[in-house]
């Protein structure tokens, strides 16, 4: 039986996500609401088996290893995370269309 590791929303991913719902929530409030429910259910899921997703092109830039996994259909969110201390710490969100990740 394997264990689920706890997830962490660190102050950055939190404002990005905070962020990016209040812009979708302007634009279209039961579509901010989906994507936030959306997004938090593949944050949550990620305590689950963090190696499964890719190890991002941005980890060279730092001294531990950031996997990224992705949420939505047509244009993707890039949610980044590393796991430090037996925790999976969500470090940064970012939309599809953003450059990717410039530490």
Do not use: C, K
Not at 23 to 46: H, Q, S
Not at 47 to 68: C, W
């Amino acid at each position: 039986m394997t264990s689920t590791l706890p997830v962490i929303i660190t102050p950055n991913a939190a404002r990005d996500l905070t962020s990016s719902w209040v812009w979708l929530r302007e634009r279209n409030p039961r579509a901010a609401d989906e994507w936030m429910a959306g997004i938090r259910e593949t944050i949550l899921g990620l305590g689950v088996n963090p190696q499964a997703h890719p190890i991002a092109p941005e980890t060279q830039a730092f001294d531990l290893e950031i996997r990224r996994a992705l949420y939505g259909r047509s244009t993707r969110w890039r949610i980044y995370y590393a796991v430090i201390d037996g925790q999976v710490q969500v470090l940064h969100v970012r939309h599809g269309r953003r450059n990717d990740w410039q530490p």
